[in-house]
T-cell receptor, first 115, second 113 residues
Framework: AQSVTQLGSHVSVSEGALVLLRCNYS??????LFWYVQYPNQGLQLLLK??????LVKGINGFEAEFKKSETSFHLTKPSAHMSDAAEYFC?????????????FGRGTSLIVHP | NAGVTQTPKFRVLKTGQSMTLLCAQD?????MYWYRQDPGMGLRLIHY???????AKGEVPDGYNVSRSTTEDFPLRLLSAAPSQTSVYFC????????????FGDGTRLSIL
């Protein structure tokens, strides 16, 4: 069965600092990986996804993530945090043929950005 | 293009009452999902559907019913509301592939007194 672990329920950074949100997964078949962002009182929005091909994936708002199969990781990064990046971030995994198409979500990481 | 629309946005119920949370999507997505979101628990899958006429249980299905009579609609019914069902409920939809990203509604905030 697939699973997702997001390390750190809260991450605090200063404006302009590097953002690093960690996500590790387990999957019995090649995974499809997603990062979503949730702003207050809103639903989740897709930031980026990895399906196949290039392991470094670029998303919206300057975020990117790298799929590392050997480390079973899909960490989310942004070189310079902005106040508007404060939100809840969710990592999710689904599996291709032979596995479960239904995504499994991590518990989320709240990003706090200090001025 | 409205995407995924949830109604109502807020509701307060008394213990034992029943209600239906509505979800509609206009993207012709085959897959639809209901989640509940509680502090520190992330998103937990209640029920999902892989196409019209199908439903399946997720992680926390007890106390909830769903049906999928059309591609567009996927209502969630609380049979007899309990305080433990106080939560924010999200509906989502996606194409029928594992690579398809989910599209979420804005949620229904439900309080059970």
């Amino acid at each position: 069965a697939q699973s997702v672990t997001q390390l750190g329920s809260h991450v605090s950074v200063s404006e302009g600092a590097l953002v690093l949100l960690r996500c590790n997964y387990s999957s019995s078949v090649p995974p499809y990986l997603f990062w979503y962002v949730q702003y207050p009182n809103q639903g989740l929005q897709l930031l980026l996804k990895y399906t196949t091909g290039a392991t470094l994936v670029k998303g919206i708002n300057g975020f990117e993530a790298e799929f590392k199969k050997s480390e079973t990781s899909f960490h989310l990064t942004k070189p310079s945090a902005h106040m508007s990046d404060a939100a809840e971030y969710f990592c999710a995994v689904s599996e291709g043929p032979g596995g479960s198409y239904i995504p499994t979500f991590g518990r989320g990481t709240s990003l706090i950005v200090h001025p | 293009n409205a995407g995924v629309t949830q109604t109502p946005k807020f509701r307060v119920l008394k213990t034992g009452q029943s209600m239906t949370l509505l979800c509609a999507q206009d993207m012709n997505h085959e897959y639809m999902y209901w989640y509940r979101q509680d502090p520190g628990m992330g998103l937990r899958l209640i029920h999902y559907s892989v196409g019209e006429g199908t439903t399946a249980k997720g992680e926390v299905p007890d106390g909830y019913n769903v049906s999928r009579s059309t591609t567009e609609d996927f209502p969630l019914r609380l049979l007899s509301a309990a305080p433990s069902q106080t939560s924010v409920y999200f509906c989502a939809s996606s194409y029928s592939t594992a690579a398809g990203a989910q599209h979420f509604g804005d949620g229904t905030r439900l309080s059970i007194l």
